[in-house]
């Protein structure tokens, strides 16, 4: 056995007495979340999906709009996915979006719009893992099922003196069986899960954690050992692919623009952009221009003429770096404001309130020319 994996061994008894302390801190300290008064799966299944990546105090008023919308399965499934998105505006990866209209049409179909309340059937659903499902079920039925998410995890690992990288497979074994061991046998493991979760967001956080007020610190192994500044071990450093990519703001002869809804083979399916292209493999400002002439040309069937430059971003996304240039360009034969093709477009008027949904760099973009049109 290395040293990594030995990990701490929490006794019964000391299981037990962490479990007390931590219902005993969560009752004092607990914040009085939306998501926490409701046992309805419905409701709380939105607030996991739209807590993926993205803060609490960020989610809650996205959160009660969704709702009111959408109060139910039905609704949600009903809705067109533009619907959807307009209200998902502001908390980006809409892939979350796309994925809950997709399941909520599942419920619809296979559950008679009730939203499952076995295992089986809620990780079935798009877009719902390991923990979304034990998630939705503990704290909507208390259902004993483990949860390790950001929080849980940061917490889990020193509870442990956990000293590989959390996403190893060894890792995640050995945090997945101490979740489910420190959960009660009996009633109480969604109260218990909310109570970890909280300890770790409020407590236990990434840098400087909160050791001295911390309700377990005399359990805490990382804590005796003087060790919370290096557990969890650091993250390998994301590595990136550079792409260059062009953005057309083509205008008709009422100032309007151009714009595309991407297909579900590329990048932000369902969300719409201007048109854009890949140029990483051209070398100069006019081999880009030229090749984006001749994409655009066997894409939309028209001859385009290409202006100058205006703008330049730069973003990420998964594992790409961007150099987005947008480029201002005509079409010749724009008069009567159609386009004979096969992809989703339209002519829109720039302003400041966006009437699509757009990629977060497409709303840069489009922010920005309302701007300098002002």
Sequence with gaps: ?????????????????????????????????????????????????????????????????????????????????????????????YRRARQLHQAAQQVQTKHAGVFPTDYKSVSELPGVGRYTAGAVLSFSSDQRFPIVEANTQRLYARLLRLMQETSSKTAQLHLWSFAERVLPSRSGSGNLNQAFMEMGSQVCVPKNPLCLICPVKTLCPTFASGLQATIPAPKRPKEYTDLREVALVIRDSKGRMLMRR?????????????????????????????????????????????????????????????????YEAEIDSVADCTLETSFETKWVIASNKLELALNASGQKLWLWICKVCD
Excluded at 16 to 27: C, I, M, T, V
Excluded at 39 to 54: A, F, G, N, R
Excluded at 281 to 308: D, N, W, Y
């Design 1 to 93: 056995m290395t040293a990594e994996d030995d990990v701490h061994v929490w006794e019964p008894a000391k299981l037990s007495e962490l479990r007390r302390l931590a219902k005993k801190w969560y009752s004092e300290n607990g914040r009085d979340l939306p998501w926490r008064n409701t046992s309805d799966p419905y409701e709380i299944w939105v607030s996991e999906i739209m807590l993926q990546q993205t803060q609490v105090a960020t989610v809650i008023p996205f959160y009660h709009r969704f709702l009111r919308s959408f109060p139910n399965v039905g609704a949600l499934a009903s809705a067109s996915l533009d619907e959807i998105y307009s209200h998902w505006a502001g908390l980006g990866y």
């Design 262 to 326: 991407c297909t579900s083979e590329e990048r932000w399916a369902g969300l719409w952009d201007f048109p854009r292209f890949d140029v990483t493999e051209c070398k100069s400002a006019g081999s880009q221009t030229r090749a984006v002439a001749e994409q655009f040309q066997a894409r939309f069937g028209q001859k385009l003429i290409v202006g100058p430059k205006i703008h330049e971003l730069k973003h990420s996304v998964t594992r790409y770096r961007i150099s987005l240039n947008a």
